[in-house]
């Protein structure tokens, strides 16, 4: 059974896990990971979120995260192939569809590493639109209760505008 979608208030605790994660993470990665950041909607403070932890790592090549695998899996990170998405690795901590951290590597300065940090810093920055994206999450979380994928794809054209505006603020 899929665990349900809930937005929990934001907490300084998702903070502090990131940290821990970005230590153990850096920790068998080394210098191959050039970057490593904590996205997502736990990293906007006052921003609700399901309670899990998005960290985001840039890396030189892709393919050096294949060696790193089996480190990541022994501190809990299961590698999950997802064809659609060349052009990230992912990995899962915890159970399918019930994930407690999400980690997602690119190269880093892609495009979707830039839009991932320009997403995030957008929403630090604007209140009004971290108050859309709020009530826009709640609402998404009841009309899809048990539906994540749903969920997911529901928010994407607010993120799609939000990144645009955030692109066309950085190049004025």
């Not at 979380?141 to 990144?163: L, S």
């Amino acid at each position: 059974m899929e665990k349900p979608v809930v937005i929990e208030e934001y907490t300084r605790d998702w903070v502090l896990q990131f940290q821990e994660e970005q230590r153990l993470i850096k920790g068998i990665m080394g210098d191959k990971a050039i970057a490593i950041e904590h996205i997502g909607s736990t990293s906007v403070e006052g921003l609700g979120a399901k309670p899990i932890l998005d960290i985001m790592g840039g890396v030189s090549h892709l393919k050096e995260v294949d060696e790193f695998i089996e480190p990541l899996e022994k501190i809990g990170y299961k590698h999950v192939l997802h064809k659609e998405f060349p052009n990230r690795r992912f990995f899962r901590k915890g159970e399918w569809r019930a994930g407690t951290h999400h980690l997602h590597f690119y190269k880093y300065e892609s495009e979707e590493w830039h839009n991932n940090i320009l997403f995030r810093n957008f929403l630090r920055t604007h209140h009004d639109e971290l108050k859309q994206y709020h009530q826009l999450k709640k609402e998404l979380a009841e009309k899809y209760h048990f539906d994540r994928v749903a969920y997911t794809k529901a928010k994407e054209p607010f993120i799609k505008k939000v990144i645009k505006i955030a692109k066309e603020k950085r190049a004025n």
